[in-house]
């Protein structure tokens, strides 16, 4: 249920889709009410310009991406690796026959690196379906095909593939490894979704060492720096205040145990490190 509601509430809740109905519910409104038709019309249309063009995306962005550093090896054995899912394109691959994959591909780039680097960990792909209809194929189903493509053998990977969001990549990958304690794994995501996961893994009982990739920004607002295009500026918006909203909704629900999950503090004698 939860998953599905948040889903629903999305469809309906994104701002790109709430100010272009609110723009063009006005305009027709105008032709009965004008002067209360022209002004949702305005606030529709001057809330797209200003979530596609203004800084709001990137500030936004920016302090999910700081809140975990880049991952600096720190001389610790690696016992396995986690990646989620989230870069796949499973219909684009089912319907033409290759692994396709969008934006957040440095997630499989990162796979096929840390596989090489650290040969006897184990590696665990996480990633079923975040789709409400019935996907052509899972998002592990499209990451199996790719791993030629990495240099990786099939058997060097282990695959979750019944997860929807990111509360059950963390219970049902825990449930399939049983990390043991005192075991050290990293989990590889995109860096605005890392304090959700990481406090995920945390609540499902799973500690993990953050290995953030696919970062949209340089760290930097920008206050005073527009986007190139409405489309741009929204998406970045769109992407952040989903994120901040899925930080709050999983606190609220328990999903996680702090509103914006941290680092956790290096345990004594142990070097800082990430």
Do not use: C
């Not at 990495?150 to 990111?166: D, H, K, Q, Y």
Request: glycine residues 12%; proline residues 7%.
């Amino acid at each position: 249920m939860f998953f599905t509601l948040s889903k629903i509430f999305w469809m309906v809740a994104a701002p790109s889709t709430l100010l272009t109905l609110l723009a063009v519910g006005g305009l027709i409104l105008s032709l009965s009410w004008r002067r209360f038709g022209l002004t949702l019309a305005t606030i529709g249309a001057g809330g797209l310009l200003l979530i596609g063009l203004g800084p709001f995306g990137r500030m936004m962005l920016v302090p999910l991406e700081k809140r975990f550093p880049v991952f600096i090896d720190d001389g610790r054995r690696v016992d396995g690796i986690v990646v989620l899912g989230g870069a796949e394109l499973p219909g684009i691959t089912a319907a033409q026959g290759q692994p396709a994959f969008q934006e957040s591909a440095e997630r499989i780039l990162a796979l096929g690196e840390l596989a090489r680097r650290y040969p006897e960990a184990r590696i665990i792909f996480s990633g079923g379906s975040g789709q409400l209809q019935k996907a052509a194929m899972q998002e592990a189903d499209v990451v199996r095909l790719a791993l030629p493509q990495i240099g990786l053998p099939e058997g060097r990977v282990m695959f979750e593939r019944t997860s929807r969001n990111t509360a059950e990549n963390a219970r049902l990958t825990s449930a399939l490894v049983k990390p043991a304690s005192g075991e050290n794994w990293l989990l590889v995501t995109s860096a605005f979704h890392m304090p959700r996961a990481v406090g995920s893994f945390r609540a499902a009982g799973f500690p993990v060492t953050a290995y953030p990739v696919d970062f949209r920004t340089t760290g930097d607002p920008g206050y005073f720096r527009l986007f190139g295009s409405v489309a741009e500026g929204a998406g970045f918006f769109e992407l952040a205040l989903r994120e901040w909203i899925g930080l709050t909704v999983y606190y609220l629900t328990g999903r996680i145990d702090s509103p914006l999950p941290a680092p956790a503090a290096p345990a004594v004698g142990q070097p800082s490190g990430s």
